[in-house]
Structure formats: C-alpha cells, structure tokens
C-alpha cells in the first residue's frame, strides 16, 4: 500500500478472481465459464460494430434494451445493463444501502457482495446457510435491511423456490431484496415474473455464463422503473458508457438466437448430471446443484489437496479457503469430454490415495 492509499480503505480486501491461466493447456473449470463460444449471431455483429469503435457507445442501449425488454416481457424503463452483473451488484450496494440501511447475506454465497460492502462503507451481516447448505429464509424475513441472495446460490449451487424469493420480498417491503440470477438458466425459477407485483425487487443477471459472453463482460438488472432510475443515477456518476459498443451488439446477437442458448444450457445440465452421479459412485458428498458448476466433497481427500493434485493434472476447478467449506471444491461444468478428462483424473486420485 502506497503513503497515499486512502484510509478509508485501509481494511479492504479486494476480491480474488479465479485463476486466469494463459496458456490453453489447462482443462478450465475454475471459472464457471461456459465451455461453448458465443452464438456465431453474437459474433459477426460484434465485429461489425468494431468498425466504429471510434464512436461512443450509446449510453442508454437503446438496441439492446429494446430487444431485452421485449424477451423478458418488461417495460424499456424495467431495465439496465451494465459491465458484467458485478457493476449492477455494485451500483446496488451504493444506490440501496448505507450506515442505516446495512446489507444482508448468507455467510457462504458469491465472494464479491463482502467486499462490496466493505468498498461502499457499508455494515453488514451474514446469515449462516442451514447444515444442508440451504437458506434459511424465515431467517431473512422481516430484517428491514437490503437483502442479496444469489438463486441459485454460488458456491453451492441450490437454489431456493420462487415462493420462498416471494416471502423474503414481501416480508421486507420497507427494503430493497435484490435476487442475483447469475445462474438462473440452468435450472432455477427466475424472480423476473416478480417485478411487476413487488417494487423492491431487484433482479440481475448476466450474459457471462449461459450467454457465452464472460469475456465481453454484460450484465443486466431488471427491476420497477424507479429502482432502475436511482440505479441509473448511480451509472451516470460513475461512468454512462459503461456497456462498449461490441458487447452491446453481441448481446442483441445472443439474444436473438436463443435455439442456440437453449441447446447449451440443456447439455450444461445434461453433463451436470452425469458428472454428478459419477462423482456419487466415486463416494463424493454433493449439494443439488440448479447452476453450470458443482459443488463436492470427498471424505478420502480433503479440498485443497484435491484441488492441487487436479492442478497438477492440468485441471482446474475452484478451492475456497473458507472454514464452512474447506472439504469443498466448486466445479464448473464444461463439455462431456472435459468432464471425461476431469473424471478420470479424479479416479487416479483417488487411487494414489490409498
Ligand atoms: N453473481 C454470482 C453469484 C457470480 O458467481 C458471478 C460470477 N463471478 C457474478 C454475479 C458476476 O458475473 P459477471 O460480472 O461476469 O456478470
């Protein structure tokens, strides 16, 4: 740190993304990326739209949230992208918290809301996942405070039912309860049919997992017209160009092909599946995973090992050095042939275990 740093950063610790290896030796499930490239529709508009990379991009989207707003069934002024789901997340914590009305989370969930909170001054409380790893909703009922709660839940993968998203919302009418649909598509009920009962419901979602789109970072939040409004206040003081010119075109691309988003996500979870049962018969404990990633342990490795020893291998999945979940790795969820190779590394493992 340098003598300048500012003091009001002096306890912040910055979010550790996953492991970015250059080389493409790796099998990389670390990062909950999806395996397949985006839609070829995604593609050649984004690279015509290069061609006039010498313009800024339109500050509003105005292409892309019409498309948006007519997939999602919303209103133009429902909605807002942003620079990967993490800025929404962040202009949330900014625009619907502060000294009074502090945040609330589960104690195991999405690494970045802590650090959110720390980065905008914010005091906040982490409520413990039940032993099975589940949210205790009755737990986040009533709390007058902004809620965060990733559907389904990151690293474990479970997701909550709509009903129990719809009991934290209503129980909470005085905050903010933003629902973090990063993972969504594979397999959880999107609180989005929500927004037009609740007006402290805020939904975001991202174009980085199901949407191929990781690496042109586009995320999106879906809420009544004045949450996004003061969400918009928010992008306009930090910085209105937030979405580039290529990305916003590889959206309106990704959205306007959805047979090929639904033919990912249906063999995302098709290999979930089988990975998941091999896993099993392997003798691996493992939450139900709704989401592209799988959350398991072994009782014959602990996780770090297992997470080295894969490494070795050249495979990378995600350790978490996290008391709760230390015995835990998170594994994304590539294709068949990935799992495969992941799978038999796994076996070897096991029997140079014994
Ligand atoms: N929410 C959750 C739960 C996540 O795991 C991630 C991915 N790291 C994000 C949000 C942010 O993803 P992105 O910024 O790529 O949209």
């Known amino acids: 740190m340098s003598r300048f740093f500012s003091e009001k950063y002096n306890s912040l610790v910055p979010y550790t993304p996953g492991e970015q290896p250059k080389n493409t030796e790796y099998v990389k499930l670390n990062t909950n990326e999806s395996p397949f490239p985006p839609s070829p529709k995604a593609v050649s508009l984004a690279q015509k739209e290069a061609e006039k990379l010498e313009l800024y991009s339109d500050p509003e989207c105005r292409d892309l949230v019409k498309t948006a707003a007519e997939y999602f069934g919303v209103s133009e002024n429902e909605i807002l992208f942003t620079n990967g789901s993490d800025e929404i997340l962040n202009f949330a914590f900014s625009a619907f918290c502060d000294e009074t009305h ?16 720390e980065f905008n001054g914010i ?18 009922c009533g709390v007058n405070k902004t809620v965060f ?31 973090d649909e990063a993972y969504v598509d594979f397999g959880a009920e999107s609180a989005v049919s929500l927004v037009h009962k609740y007006d402290n419901l805020l939904v975001t979602g991202t174009f980085s997992k199901s949407r191929s789109l990781a690496g042109g970072r586009l995320g999106f939040g879906i809420a009544n017209k004045e949450l996004i409004r003061d969400l918009n206040t928010v992008k306009y003081s930090t910085n209105p160009y937030n979405v580039n010119r290529m990305t916003m075109a590889a959206g309106i691309g990704a959205l306007k092909d959805n047979a090929y988003f639904e033919k990912n996500c249906g063999e995302i979870k098709k290999v979930r599946e089988y990975t998941a049962s091999q896993l099993k018969a392997m003798g691996f404990t493992l939450t139900p995973s709704s989401a592209n ?13 297992f997470y080295l020893k894969l490494k070795e291998k050249g495979i990378l999945i995600r350790h978490f050095d996290k008391e709760r979940i230390q015995s835990y790795n998170r594994i994304t969820v590539g294709t068949k042939e990935q799992m495969d190779l992941f799978l038999s590394a796994v076996k070897e493992i096991l029997k140079e275990q014994i």
């Not at 502090?102 to 909170?117: L, R």
């Not at 990151?154 to 209503?170: N, Q, R, S, Y």
Request: aromatic share 12%; no cysteine; glycine share 4%.
């Open 102 to 117: 502090t945040a609330v989370f589960p104690d195991i969930t999405y690494g970045f809301y802590p650090v959110f909170a």
């Open 123 to 140: 005091p906040y409380e982490e409520i413990p996942l039940e032993n099975d790893f589940t949210v205790n909703t009755d737990a986040f």
């Open 149 to 179: 709660i990733a559907n389904p839940n990151a690293p474990t993968g479970i997701a909550l039912p709509l009903d129990d998203i719809e009991k934290i919302i209503k129980s909470n009418p005085q905050s903010v309860v933003v629902v």
């Open 293 to 305: 990633f799988i959350f398991a342990a072994s009782d014959k490795i602990d996780g770090k090992t």
